[in-house]
């Protein structure tokens, strides 16, 4: 079974710089894709960025420039450094995995059968 454990969540200042962690376990070989997801107050969960087998990434248009996904298999480890945070940036993050080989890899929540429960960031202006 995989399971995955988010961290790194926090309250910070607009400008400010936050890099989540998600320790992922039960998933061995790392052939499909990995992704963060946040619900921000009053929105539904939306992609935030996604990275495949192949480290090919794709990100949030509102995201693109300031936040970089990436992945440590030794360490079972995805991580997500955020930059530049703005208060819009504000909710709960989430990490996914589709453990199953893909050809490509996309933002929708559909694709992902496994997930965190979710660290908080919080940015105020």
């Known amino acids: 079974e995989v399971q995955l454990v988010e961290s790194g969540g926090d309250s910070v200042q607009a400008g400010g710089s936050l890099r989540l962690s998600c320790v992922v376990s039960g998933y061995r070989h790392w052939v499909g894709c990995l992704a963060w997801f946040r619900q921000g107050p009053g929105h539904e969960r939306e992609g935030v960025a996604v990275i495949s087998n192949s480290d090919t990434t794709s990100y949030k248009d509102s995201v693109k420039g300031r936040f970089t996904i990436s992945k440590d298999k030794a360490k079972n480890t995805l991580y997500l450094q955020m930059n530049a945070l703005k208060p819009e940036d504000s909710g709960l993050y989430y990490c996914?995995?589709?453990?199953?080989?893909?050809?490509?890899?996309?933002?929708?929540?559909?694709?992902?059968?496994?997930w965190g429960q979710g660290t908080q960031v919080t940015v105020s202006s």
């Open positions: 996914a995995v589709n453990p199953y080989f893909s050809l490509q890899c996309s933002l929708g929540e559909s694709g992902f059968p496994y």
